[in-house]
């Protein structure tokens, strides 16, 4: 062949490629868009629009083998099991393509505004409180049989749900002890549980983390089951 004929050769395989590569764009986004809505459709109270990104190229190529490398789907707010949820990002890996859709490995973070979570300290305790952050301790603060009261908590997981405990207790100026306290008192400072429902099937809540807005929930969890789309 020809050079002339090599150029034009070599011509012809670029714009294939090409070519090749934008309809791989387009599926990619197409799908990309299903699964923004399916998340619109899954979860409450969603603020936003979702965004969707798939990793790996072609992606073409892992929607014919029934799974795509990499899925993360961020999601400025939500609703989850009750508690106003900001920030979510959902990450997955090895995400099935056909029904049931299923995740290999999947982690979900999400940031619960002290806002969501005074709500739900106060409808366990049947207590007025106000609930700030101090640096990189939480603490509540009200009235308690007609005394001010205010008490650092620490946010734990247990057994899946987030755990508030009181570590120390500022009762009328003076700092006590949970165990100072009566039984009917300390029984309902002490181990609030709150629990973090509508998370994916096999999906648990792993750790949490005080920040200035709140506090930081990260869920893991292997063969996830995701809802249909």
Do not use: C, H
């Not at 990002?89 to 979570?117: D, H, I, M, N, R």
């Not at 949970?178 to 609030?192: E, K, M, Q």
């Not at 099937?201 to 089951?225: F, K, Q, Y």
């Amino acid at each position: 062949m020809s050079a002339k004929g090599w150029i034009i050769a070599v011509s012809v395989v670029a714009v294939v490629g090409a070519g090749a590569v934008a309809a791989d764009r387009v599926i990619a986004r197409t799908t990309e868009e299903r699964v923004s809505q399916a998340v619109v459709d899954n979860l409450e109270d969603v603020t936003g629009t979702p965004t969707v990104e798939m990793g790996g190229f072609p992606f073409l190529t892992q929607v014919l083998r029934g799974s795509i490398d990499t899925m993360t789907v961020t999601v400025d707010g939500a609703t989850l099991g009750g508690l106003r949820a900001t920030d979510v990002v959902f990450e997955g890996t090895s995400v099935s393509t056909t029904q049931p859709y299923t995740v290999g490995e999947a982690q979900v973070v999400a940031v619960l505004p002290t806002s969501s979570l005074q709500t739900v300290v106060a409808e366990r305790t049947g207590l007025d409180l106000t609930l700030t952050v101090d640096g990189s301790t939480m603490r509540v603060a009200g009235s308690l049989l007609g005394i001010d009261l205010s008490a650092a908590i620490e946010p734990g997981v247990e057994d899946g749900a987030l755990v508030v405990d009181v570590v120390d207790i500022e009762l009328g100026g003076v700092t006590i002890t949970i165990d100072d306290l009566p039984d009917a008192i300390g029984s309902v400072l002490s181990g609030l549980r709150v629990p973090i429902d509508e998370l994916p099937e096999g999906m648990t809540l792993a750790s949490v983390s005080v920040m200035p807005d709140g506090l930081a929930v990260t869920a893991t969890g292997t063969d996830v089951v995701l809802e249909q789309p």
